[in-house]
T-cell receptor
């Protein structure tokens, strides 16, 4: 299993350009999420999905769009890039299950995409 | 005020020291409490997981949750240079629509020097 994969690893954009960050998982997880990580801010949730066709906003959704047409893929679209969107973006997937009576939902993270907007 | 507060450090300790990492939170709905470890230029990896209050031990790591004080801790015994990383606390509420949503602390940068 490849786990959670993200492409590209690095990207430089100019202000106003659009692009799509790709995320795929091969673990048949129902939950997928996008986070951004900025210095001193931890990870902040952008959008998440609880299954194919179902998405919702997180803490910082402005400027981003998502869709979930399949269980495996959850792309993140930047509509018109701004310097404030310079960040490291992480995709994660998880599945809720019970293990020895303890209910857990471990999120597995991809390696991240480092985005710079000039 | 952020829902989850974590001292970003940085924290530098000698090898063999006991490390204490802490987070406070304000949302009473949080039921699941996690600690993630993130090495430089990598994605976070789950280290410890606790549901509701109590302690959990896994080798050199102990996670504690005190819901009455809205305070969680991670203790690392006999710290090793390989423990040098950023440690992030994370929390979520229960319920189907909450499982994909984690709220993270700012992360604490830990360095264990030989």
């Amino acid at each position: 299993n490849a786990g959670v994969t993200q492409t590209p690893k690095f990207q430089v954009l100019k202000t106003g350009q659009s692009m799509t960050l790709q995320c795929a998982q091969d673990m048949n997880h129902e939950y997928m999420s996008w986070y951004r990580q900025d210095p001193g801010m931890g990870l902040r949730l952008i959008h998440y999905s609880v299954g194919a066709g179902i998405t919702d906003q997180g803490e910082v959704p402005n400027g981003y769009n998502v869709s979930r047409s399949t269980t495996e893929d959850f792309p993140l679209r930047l509509l018109s890039a701004a310097p404030s969107q310079t960040s490291v973006y992480f995709c994660a997937s998880s599945s809720f299950f019970s293990l020895s009576g303890d209910s857990i939902h471990e999120q597995f993270f991809g390696p991240g995409t480092r985005l710079t907007v000039l | 005020q952020k829902e989850v507060e974590q001292d970003p450090g940085p924290l530098s300790v000698p090898e063999g020291a006991i490390v204490s990492l802490n987070c406070t939170y304000s949302n009473s709905a949080f039921q699941y409490f996690m600690w993630y470890r993130q090495y430089s230029r990598k994605g976070p990896e789950l280290l410890m997981y606790t549901y509701s209050s109590g302690n959990k031990e896994d080798g050199r790591f102990t996670a504690q949750v005190d819901k009455s004080s809205k305070y969680i801790s991670l203790f690392i015994r006999d710290s090793q240079p390989s423990d040098s990383a950023t440690y992030l606390c994370a929390m979520s509420a229960s319920g189907r629509t909450s499982y994909g949503k984690l709220t993270f602390g700012q992360g604490t940068i830990l360095t264990v020097h030989p």
